[in-house]
């Protein structure tokens, strides 16, 4: 074929770039593409230099594994190059694998026999013992020189020092993969956070650096683990003929070996094999990219021999890919059931793990100025199983002009209420907690929870059928409910439709504090609730109350002040408030409280447990607290008594264990008199 000047010019960017990223990856452990784009970059040199054989040199990435090694270790001599492996990634091309070995082998009717186990995704490296200790430990670097990390490896537990039993070669060499495991890896970096240092980005970066510090005692305290795969040179001892035997030996030495191994006949087997490792990926405690198969005859593995850069008899079959990169359109905002809003990258769509993805979390705004991710950004975006797709970070090198960070909106991009964040708090939430449609559901639902307004028969299921069949907005249209709609839902007939309406009237007889709590304010439980009602004495009072006036309230911090301020400051919410009051809804007057200290029981804590003849928990509850007692769900030494009614249960035993008073009913009414 003849070359071109765009051919040449292609050629040469190919090798540039894959160099680049040879070193980004292999000496910098600093990838900044993803596997998928680098064996795309890879695969096409692959083609041009096949295509045009003359344009084939020495130095070209295909005829080398990785990137010269850093300066700072010395540099080691492989006796036998660590070369790399061919990849397939899909059915066909692993038949065609097969298909060359029979040719190769003059064996077409039998079953070759392969060796499989999962790809780690880590660090390769060489182990050299002689008279079974361990003399040297190096990186592949090159795959003809690589590091000295003899003092690094020492420090891993799963490496021995020295061999198990007595009879091994006088001399021989060991290649695995050291890694860190999922669950490591998350310790790492959140210790890595609580000391302020830089996160790592994946555990295959995490085990690459820490193998590749200058100070060893850092090393040790990393989570690493070595699983060897193979041989280098071996002398002065007769090894067995079978790779998967090999490996058996290798563990009796005292190697660990993947706990997935296993020796198969047939390319169809393999495929298989492939498929049930596939499924149980997001399972597996460290990460894996793909499946590796050997030719598990070592006799034919020599027949076969090797190309420049990879033997004949191995190969990677690849997983799809978890990560790709594409471009960042756009961001939206979406509100969860909780009023918080998460920022969502609008994609380029893009095949991710075998599924198509448009868009992908980024989890909150902090997230977003960490990463530095700005709209037109490409960016790498990562699915693992059934989690949803997240973009991982951007690829500030591909970045062009001059890109804007995402910005959160200052109105809810749902009911237009206002959007505020807690000081020292991640999440921005939307503040029209009673008109948010996205936000009515948990909103009714606590309205009529049993410490709220209380209104029986109205559970989370019957919410749901209101809400999805339009029958109900927000809590505002629950005392417009008529019996007939009511009859109309799924199980409820119309005896169940005319108790729930009764609920309805009698819950809107209550008091100040629950009605508060009921609002379902953010942070304001039930006790805060009691401390407003209290305070203020009204609903126009506490409505009317500035931040500094609301933090003068017993319990009452700063951020829980900017929340009922930033909840009574939206008019839609308030409107609400006034139409549940127009509908009847009611409570007795409350008489402030100047003092609380100066209250009969100020300073004791209480605990209620049993039935009580004639009065709820909830309401024994507030009659000890309009004495000034606090009233708690737990005994302790602290607690002043338990008040027991019929069937009270554990908690008289504690007390009795503590010393605690126990208190009847009758001691009890005694008590509040």
Same mark, same amino acid.
């Given at each position: ?10 050629? $040469? ?31 096409? +040199? ?15 990435p295909t005829q080398r594994v990785g990137s010269i090694p850093a300066t700072h270790f010395d540099t080691v001599e492989h006796e036998l190059p660590m070369l ?61 020189? =690589? ?50 240092? $830089? ?54 030495? =005292? ?10 006949? @047939? ?10 490792? +596939? ?25 076969? =021999? ?7 008899? *191995? ?20 509100? @969860? ?88 708090? *991640? *999440? ?14 948990? *909103? ?16 989370? $299921? ?7 069949? @339009?029958?109900?907005?927000?809590? =505002?249209?629950?005392?417009? +409910? ?19 309406k009764t609920a309805l009237d009698n819950s809107k007889s209550t008091t100040l504090a629950r009605f508060i709590f009921a609002l379902g304010i953010r942070e ?78 100020? @300073? ?53 264990? +503590? ?15």
């Amino acid at each position: 074929m003849t070359v071109t000047d765009k051919i040449l010019t292609e050629i $040469k960017q190919l090798r540039d770039d894959i160099n680049k990223h040879n070193h980004q990856y292999y000496v910098l452990d600093d990838p900044s593409i993803t596997d998928q784009a680098y064996d795309q970059l890879f695969r096409r +040199l692959q083609k041009l230099e096949a295509d045009y054989p003359q344009l084939r040199t020495e130095d070209s990435p295909t005829q080398r594994v990785g990137s010269i090694p850093a300066t700072h270790f010395d540099t080691v001599e492989h006796e036998l190059p660590m070369l790399s492996l061919d990849n397939a990634f899909d059915d066909d091309e692993m038949m065609a694998f097969e298909k060359r070995l029979k040719e190769r082998l003059t064996h077409q009717g039998a079953e070759l026999s392969y060796t499989a186990e999962p790809k780690l995704d880590g660090l390769a490296v060489s182990l050299l013992y002689e008279q079974g200790v361990l003399t040297r430990a190096a990186t592949r670097g090159d795959g003809n020189r =690589g590091e000295n990390i003899t003092a690094n490896a020492r420090t891993l537990s799963s490496i021995p020092l020295r061999l198990q039993g007595k009879n091994f070669p006088q001399r021989f060499e060991v290649r695995g993969e050291v890694y860190i495991k999922h669950a490591d890896f998350k310790a790492l970096n959140e210790q890595q956070r609580r000391s302020g240092a $830089k996160e790592f980005a994946n555990p295959r970066n995490a085990a690459a650096g820490s193998l590749r510090l200058l100070d060893s005692r850092v090393t040790a305290s990393r989570p690493l683990t070595f699983c060897c795969y193979g041989l280098g040179i071996v002398e002065g001892y007769e090894l067995p003929v079978s790779h998967f035997e090999r490996m058996q030996l290798l563990q009796a030495f =005292g190697f660990p070996i993947s706990p997935y191994i296993k020796c198969l006949s @047939g390319i169809e087997a393999c495929i298989g094999y492939y498929q049930s490792i +596939l499924a149980t990926r997001d399972n597996l405690a460290f990460e894996i990219d793909g499946v590796v198969f050997k030719l598990d005859d070592v006799e034919q593995q020599t027949r076969v =021999g090797f190309v420049s850069r990879a033997p004949r008899w *191995a190969i990677a079959y690849k997983f799809p890919a978890q990560e790709v990169m594409t471009k960042l359109l756009d961001v939206d905002f979406q509100v @969860g059931r909780t009023g918080a809003l998460t920022p969502v990258a609008r994609l380029e769509p893009v095949a991710v793990g075998g599924v198509m993805v448009s868009n992908a979390t980024l989890h909150n705004m902090d997230e977003i100025q960490r990463k530095d991710v700005r709209i037109g950004d490409v960016v790498i975006v990562r699915r693992a199983g059934d989690v949803i797709p997240e973009v991982v970070s951007a690829v500030i090198d591909q970045r062009e002009g001059n890109l804007v960070l995402p910005r959160m909106p200052e109105n809810c991009p749902v009911c237009g209420s206002q959007v505020s964040r807690a000081e020292g708090q *991640a *999440a921005y939430r939307c503040s029209g907690g009673l008109v948010c449609s996205a936000q009515r559901k948990e *909103a009714i639902k606590h309205f009529a929870s049993r410490k709220a307004m209380d209104i029986d028969g109205l559970g989370d $299921k019957l919410v749901e059928q209101m809400v999805d069949q @339009g029958i109900i907005d927000s809590i =505002g249209d629950l005392y417009h +409910l008529e019996i007939h709609q009511l009859a109309g839902l799924e199980r409820m007939a119309e005896k169940s439709a005319s108790n729930l309406k009764t609920a309805l009237d009698n819950s809107k007889s209550t008091t100040l504090a629950r009605f508060i709590f009921a609002l379902g304010i953010r942070e304001v439980g039930e006790t805060t609730a009691e401390s407003l009602a209290n305070h203020f004495t009204s609903i126009e009072a506490i409505q009317a109350a500035d931040i500094e006036s609301l933090q003068m309230v017993a319990d009452v911090g700063p951020v829980v002040a900017e929340n009922v301020y930033q909840f009574f400051q939206q008019e839609k919410n308030r409107l609400v408030i006034d139409n549940l009051i127009q509908q009847g809804v009611h409570w007795p007057a409350v008489t402030a409280i100047e003092n609380h200290e100066s209250q009969p029981l100020a @300073g004791h804590v209480y605990v209620i447990t049993g039935t009580l003849e004639g009065l709820s928990r909830d309401q024994a509850a507030a009659r000890l607290k309009a004495k000034g007692a606090k009233v708690s769900s737990s005994v302790s030494a602290k607690t002043t008594a338990v008040i027991a009614g019929e069937k009270p249960g554990s908690k008289v035993t504690k007390a009795e264990s +503590l010393g605690v008073k126990v208190l009847d009913q009758q001691a009890f009414q005694s008590l509040l008199e």
